[in-house]
């Protein structure tokens, strides 16, 4: 393989492989995802509502990477009170 240096880069500095062989393992990065935005409903005497993509973020991404939930998720309260409630 030919290995070209970047702009400032000294080719010379480096030592690089001319050869690789066997397995090599990615490992994964874990992400969180975090419910955000306070989600709320206005009292139909329902215990449950439906989350959309507003109300999540995701983190543990390296650089420029990202996603999104695109699902709807739907959620149940404690209880269909009034007020702040438990999910």
Same mark, same amino acid.
């Given at each position: 393989q030919d290995? !070209?240096?970047?702009a %400032?880069?000294?080719l010379?500095?480096?030592?690089l492989?001319?050869?690789?062989y066997?397995t %090599?393992?990615?490992t994964p990065?874990p992400l969180? !995802?975090?419910i !955000?935005?306070?989600?709320?409903k206005?009292?139909? %005497?329902a215990?449950?509502? !439906?989350?959309?993509?507003?109300?999540?973020?995701?983190? %543990?991404?390296?650089g420029?990477?990202?996603?999104?939930?695109?699902?709807s998720?739907?959620i149940n309260?404690?209880?269909?009170?009034?007020?702040?409630?438990a999910?």
């Amino acid at each position: 393989q030919d290995f !070209v240096a970047n702009a %400032g880069t000294t080719l010379t500095n480096y030592t690089l492989p001319t050869t690789a062989y066997g397995t %090599g393992t990615i490992t994964p990065i874990p992400l969180s !995802v975090l419910i !955000v935005n306070n989600p709320t409903k206005t009292y139909n %005497g329902a215990t449950s509502t !439906v989350l959309s993509a507003s109300n999540y973020v995701i983190s %543990g991404f390296i650089g420029s990477e990202s996603a999104q939930i695109n699902q709807s998720a739907l959620i149940n309260y404690a209880a269909p009170n009034a007020g702040a409630q438990a999910i």
